[in-house]
């Protein structure tokens, strides 16, 4: 069995690349959902159903251990499905809570009550859907309180980013987080809560300046996927490595190439 990374379209790259890298002998497979991208534009409903599809075909497909590595699937899918129930010996995991962890500085097994943190305002930059969900806000309020969160929907950066336009994209940056700062002017903390967003990181900070701790997903999900299995070996056994679409693969593959700038192949789902 592998373990799988699932994401709509090529975001959940970067959470792919930082594993991969961080832990070479692991066996993963990566499932984007490219026919029906982007997700963060849809409806709720109709997010958790295509996550839900994708997530049961790739436990059939040998995945025990799913992560979400789309935060618009963690926001709108991963709570229901857990709470619907997960098959024996099935994990899904989200990608909210590694973030959390790294801001607050607490542990997500620490389930002592919510307790004031050093960070008070913090600036959430994310899609449509998942400003929308909430769900940033109310899982960091299971480990925290008096933190102002103030989020900014980013509008048309992941579809520039996919289509390879990263002056469009830094331009969009700019853009939101000028929007951002007139609602919060002096945010101490910024979450990236998208995983396209790595890919303009830079932009990002120095739209903020230099006092803002940036806080970006791959490299945080990956140190805790790793600590996460070396807690559970037994899911970390054997396997091989896929890359896997339900768009076309030729397509998709050389859109991933381009995205990560190194080649990579994918075939259908």
């Not at 579809?159 to 331009?171: F, Q, S, V």
Request: a negative charge; charged letters at 20%.
């Amino acid at each position: 069995m592998s373990v799988g990374i699932f994401d709509s379209g090529l975001g959940g790259l970067t959470i792919w690349d930082a594993v991969t890298r961080r832990m070479p002998e692991l066996a993963v497979t990566y499932y984007g959902d490219n026919a029906h991208a982007p997700y963060g534009v849809r409806e709720p409903e109709a997010i958790h159903d295509l996550t839900r599809t994708a997530v049961h075909d790739m436990w059939d497909k040998g995945c025990d251990l799913v992560v979400l590595a789309c935060n618009t699937a963690s926001a709108a899918a991963l709570r229901r499905m857990q709470e619907a129930g997960v098959p024996e010996g099935k994990r899904v995991l989200g990608v909210f809570v590694p973030l959390i962890e790294a801001l607050t500085e607490r542990n997500w097994g620490d389930n002592s009550p919510p307790r004031e943190v050093d960070v008070k305002q913090v600036a959430l930059f994310a899609t449509p859907a998942t400003v929308a969900s909430r769900a940033f806000q109310r899982e960091l309020a299971f480990r925290a309180i008096g933190v102002d969160v103030e989020a900014q929907a980013c509008g048309g950066v992941v579809d520039a980013i996919e289509d390879g336009d990263m002056i469009l994209a830094e331009a969009l940056v700019r853009s939101h987080v000028d929007a951002l700062r007139r609602k919060m002017p002096a945010p101490q903390a910024a979450i990236l809560g998208c995983t396209h967003y790595p890919l303009v990181q830079d932009a990002f900070q120095r739209a903020l300046g230099e006092n803002v701790t940036v806080y970006s997903q791959a490299d945080i999900v990956a140190a805790s996927l790793t600590d996460y299995l070396s807690r559970r070996p037994y899911m970390a056994r054997g396997g091989v490595s896929r890359m896997l679409t339900t768009g076309d693969p030729e397509q998709v593959s050389a859109r991933a190439t381009q995205f990560l700038r190194r080649p990579l192949s994918f075939d259908a789902a």
